[in-house]
């Protein structure tokens, strides 16, 4: 069951990052400093933390009443829409599937990325036939060619559009989700999100285009991490269509898709309960406060079953993915139409 204080603080955490990015602000004004470096970043960490609880209450992890109850909505669009920004009802359609096919090539909603970056030589076959079936030739052969090209430097765009566009799209894409599917709540909360991140600019940052893009830019780099985060919990791990997903079972094909991040435990807020997606992803209702606590007999089972337990630092992850991203790189080279 969740532990409501546990869940209390996270929240008076979350405003209490943001209220430090403003007081920073409106302490040292025209410290450089703070403009472009210390308050974005803190104003990050408080989203981040806010994605963390969305993340929390849509999973059922933070209030103990089932279904969707009125707290769950409100904290969720509190959190998620109006602090974070995005669609609650995306986020919700999106992940339950995630959860339900995890890494399935074509099936799994968060984990498409096909043509920017391949993951899989099974992601191929499916790409083939969509182009082939393009009736301009132009089309196909510009398709093609750039598709063959994102794929050949996706090891070197892997980090940059991460950190730098995944930010400006996820809130472009939800917002888009929202207006087109009439989430009428999504669209108030993420209005909300728009008018007091303006209002923030406006009269926390001096009027210089100048300071407010450079806060702008290194505040949705530094939220741009959650990406990462998110990215490295399942990127370039193994991949299974529906029939090996049912010879495999529930338990080892999660087990196989997934990685664990290995954090101290003074930095574990830092991920969320992002570092236990194994556990997370075998338990999705477990409250994040209770992950560490059945992860070694996750760990047992797994090695009583010869199944691997994956389990990396978060560097050492990113240079896993950076790797097998570029071993996959050269999948398309030799292809022609």
């Given at each position: 069951?969740?532990?409501?204080?546990?869940f209390?603080w996270?929240?008076?955490?979350?405003f209490?990052?943001?209220a430090?990015s403003?007081?920073?602000?409106l302490v040292?004004p025209e410290?450089v400093?703070?403009?472009v470096l210390?308050?974005?970043?803190?104003?990050?960490?408080?989203?981040?933390?806010?994605a963390f609880?969305?993340?929390?209450?849509m999973h059922?992890?933070?209030?103990a009443?089932?279904g969707?109850?009125a707290?769950?909505t409100?904290m969720?669009?509190?959190?998620a829409?109006?602090l974070?920004?995005?669609?609650?009802?995306m986020w919700?359609?999106?992940?339950?599937?995630h959860?339900?096919?995890?890494?399935?090539?074509?099936?799994?909603p968060?984990?498409?990325?096909?043509p920017?970056w391949?993951?899989t030589?099974?992601?191929?076959?499916?790409?083939e036939?969509?182009?082939q079936?393009?009736p301009?030739?132009?089309?196909?052969w510009?398709v093609?060619?750039?598709t063959?090209a994102?794929?050949r430097?996706?090891h070197?765009?892997f980090?940059?559009?991460?950190?730098?566009?995944?930010?400006?799209?996820?809130?472009?894409?939800n917002?888009a989700?929202?207006?087109?599917?009439a989430k009428?709540?999504?669209?108030?909360?993420?209005?909300?999100h728009?008018l007091?991140y303006?209002?923030y600019?406006?009269c926390?940052?001096?009027?210089?285009?100048?300071?407010?893009?450079?806060?702008v830019?290194?505040?949705?780099?530094?939220?741009?991490?959650l990406?990462?985060?998110?990215l490295l919990?399942?990127?370039?791990?193994?991949?299974?269509?529906?029939?090996?997903?049912?010879a495999?079972g529930?338990?080892?094909?999660?087990?196989?898709?997934t990685?664990?991040?290995h954090s101290?435990k003074?930095?574990?807020?830092?991920?969320?309960?992002?570092?236990?997606?194994?556990e997370?992803h075998?338990?999705?209702?477990?409250?994040?406060?209770?992950l560490h606590d059945?992860?070694?007999?996750?760990?047992?089972l797994?090695e009583?079953h010869g199944?691997?337990y994956?389990?990396l630092g978060?560097?050492?992850?990113n240079?896993?993915?950076?790797?097998?991203?570029?071993?996959?790189?050269t999948?398309l080279?030799?292809?022609s139409?």
């Amino acid at each position: 069951m969740p532990d409501p204080s546990f869940f209390a603080w996270q929240q008076v955490f979350v405003f209490a990052l943001i209220a430090v990015s403003v007081l920073l602000l409106l302490v040292w004004p025209e410290s450089v400093l703070v403009q472009v470096l210390l308050a974005p970043v803190f104003l990050g960490l408080g989203l981040k933390q806010a994605a963390f609880l969305g993340h929390d209450t849509m999973h059922h992890g933070a209030i103990a009443k089932r279904g969707m109850t009125a707290d769950r909505t409100l904290m969720g669009e509190l959190n998620a829409g109006v602090l974070f920004g995005i669609s609650m009802h995306m986020w919700l359609e999106e992940h339950n599937e995630h959860h339900a096919y995890t890494l399935r090539p074509h099936g799994d909603p968060q984990f498409t990325y096909f043509p920017m970056w391949l993951q899989t030589p099974a992601e191929i076959p499916e790409w083939e036939k969509a182009v082939q079936k393009m009736p301009n030739s132009t089309l196909r052969w510009f398709v093609w060619n750039a598709t063959k090209a994102l794929v050949r430097v996706q090891h070197l765009t892997f980090l940059p559009l991460a950190l730098v566009v995944g930010r400006v799209n996820f809130l472009m894409i939800n917002f888009a989700y929202a207006v087109h599917h009439a989430k009428w709540a999504d669209i108030v909360a993420m209005t909300l999100h728009g008018l007091w991140y303006s209002a923030y600019i406006k009269c926390l940052l001096p009027e210089s285009f100048q300071a407010r893009a450079l806060f702008v830019l290194v505040h949705f780099t530094w939220t741009g991490v959650l990406h990462v985060q998110l990215l490295l919990s399942h990127l370039m791990m193994q991949q299974f269509n529906e029939r090996e997903e049912a010879a495999l079972g529930f338990v080892k094909c999660q087990l196989l898709t997934t990685r664990n991040i290995h954090s101290a435990k003074w930095l574990r807020w830092f991920h969320g309960g992002l570092d236990m997606q194994i556990e997370h992803h075998l338990f999705p209702m477990l409250p994040r406060h209770q992950l560490h606590d059945i992860a070694p007999r996750v760990r047992a089972l797994a090695e009583k079953h010869g199944v691997p337990y994956v389990q990396l630092g978060f560097f050492e992850a990113n240079w896993v993915c950076l790797s097998e991203l570029h071993k996959m790189s050269t999948s398309l080279v030799a292809m022609s139409m």
